[in-house]
Each structure stands twice: as C-alpha cells, then as structure tokens.
C-alpha cells in the first residue's frame, strides 16, 4: 500500500501583468524617452525600451504544479485511484 510516485518539480512562468495597462501613457512614456536620446546600439533600445515596459506592465512569476510524471498512463492512475479507494473502504470498517 505504501508505493509513493517521485513528484515532479512545479513550473514556473513568467508573464506581464497587462491590468492596469494603459496604452496611450505607455506610448506617450515612449516617445518622451527617445525624442533626445540618439540610440547607438540594439542593447541600449532595449534597455530603455524595458524600462518604460516594466513600469507600465510589470512581470509576474506564476508556479504551476506538476501534476503527474510522464511514465504514469492512465491505465495507472486508475490503479492508483482504486488502490486509494479501497484503502478508504478498510479503514471505514
């Protein structure tokens, strides 16, 4: 009764948080961040660039938990469940 599964490690995703976005000071904070500035290279446009971005729409980190490994089918979840289940039954008694 006692088989335990290696659990799998939970993902992590990173995304922007677009809720309180609001497009036309994103654009205005943009376009006064670059009327006097002569960008030389990509690296600095993207440096500004992200600056502006993360201020108007930050990033989020979200884990998403790892359910099942890849080895388990479905034929043995069900093994799995049913095990669990009469587990639940004999301790009842």
Do not use: G, W
């Not at 000071?25 to 992200?50: G, R």
């Not at 502006?52 to 388990?72: E, G, Q, S």
């Amino acid at each position: 009764m006692k088989t335990t599964i290696p659990k799998n490690k939970p993902r992590e995703i990173i995304y922007r948080d677009y809720k309180k976005f609001d497009c036309s000071k994103f654009n205005q904070e943009l376009e006064n961040k670059f009327v006097n500035k002569d960008i030389a290279s990509l690296k600095d446009f993207t440096e500004e660039f992200l600056d502006v971005l993360n201020k108007n729409a930050p990033t989020k980190n979200k884990l998403i938990r790892a359910n099942h490994a890849p080895y388990i089918t479905k034929k043995m979840r069900k093994a799995i469940m049913k095990r669990s289940f009469l587990e639940k039954v004999n301790f009842r008694k």
